[in-house]
């Protein structure tokens, strides 16, 4: 069986993203894996990871029960795993700025209350792809929601943004002063599709690096690969330089998945990033 080698020096969760060791649900790449949730817990377990990145694809997410959340804890105890971060999924197809005030309202004091009782350590809010603001006007409503769930939550677990924008365009937001601590989840392979030089990052706003996502895409918004055995950039970089990320969190395995032989895909991208290590 392959194992995931982890880094020794650093005390970081290691996760994978819920419904990379299943199926599609209903046509949908990543979506929470309602039907296959608890094998996914033993097939991490037996891949070395310690944490899981917990995915909220809608309203109706188990977590978000008192009953489902016992069963929950109950499994991830016999699995020894934790729920590292909670990641908000559901806004890629309701934006930010398209959500009212009492649906961001309720969807942070739910959280927050999940946050609570798995003492979850991050939340990520996507801000990219076909939920991005493209005009002032969304940007000002995206922003106000983002507000709202940031002051609910920065008290009991960091918040970030997971986002294409290009590292100058995050350094605007990660200045404001209502946003004092909120972080970033750099995504490897997002970074390297999109011409961005992971060296920015670490330049402009090393602290505020909260989380890692280990993803392959070729240049130029290119398809995700598995992890290759050689030229990962922007991953050698991380490797060589995460010292200098005094706040990350946890790295996340968001890598690539087909529709039949997922599992086969993450022991060949575990493989190959152990290779890195």
Wanted: glycine share 2%; with cysteine.
């Amino acid at each position: 069986m392959i194992k995931l080698k982890k880094i020794k020096s650093k005390k970081i969760a290691y996760s994978f993203v819920q419904g990379r060791f299943s199926t599609e649900s209903a046509g949908k790449f990543q979506y929470f894996p309602i039907s296959n949730w608890q094998s996914e817990f033993q097939i991490a377990k037996k891949l070395n990871f310690d944490c899981i990145e917990w995915i909220v694809s809608d309203f109706s997410n188990p977590i978000f029960n008192k009953i489902f959340s016992q069963i929950i804890k109950k499994k991830l105890n016999q699995n020894n795993l934790k729920i590292s971060s909670i990641s908000l999924d559901l806004i890629m197809d309701n934006s930010l700025h398209s959500l009212s005030d009492a649906q961001v309202e309720w969807l942070a004091e739910n959280i927050k209350k999940a946050v609570i009782f798995f003492k979850i350590k991050r939340v990520s809010v996507p801000i990219e792809e076909r939920c991005r603001f493209n005009n002032k006007d969304e940007k000002k409503l995206a922003l106000k929601s983002l507000e709202i769930i940031y002051s609910k939550l920065r008290r009991y677990c960091k918040i970030c943004i997971e986002t294409d924008m290009a590292p100058l365009s995050l350094v605007s937001i990660l200045k404001m002063k209502k946003f004092k601590s909120l972080g970033v989840l750099l995504d490897l392979g997002n970074t390297r599709a999109h011409g961005f030089k992971i060296e920015d990052y670490f330049k402009l706003f090393p602290n505020r690096i909260y989380s890692i996502h280990i993803k392959y895409r070729e240049n130029s918004y290119g398809k995700t690969k598995v992890v290759p055995k050689k030229s990962f950039h922007e991953l050698k970089y991380l490797l060589n330089n995460i010292h200098f990320l005094k706040n990350l969190i946890d790295i996340s395995f968001q890598t690539y998945k087909s529709k039949k032989n997922f599992l086969n895909d993450m022991k060949k991208s575990i493989k190959n990033f152990n290779n890195y290590v």
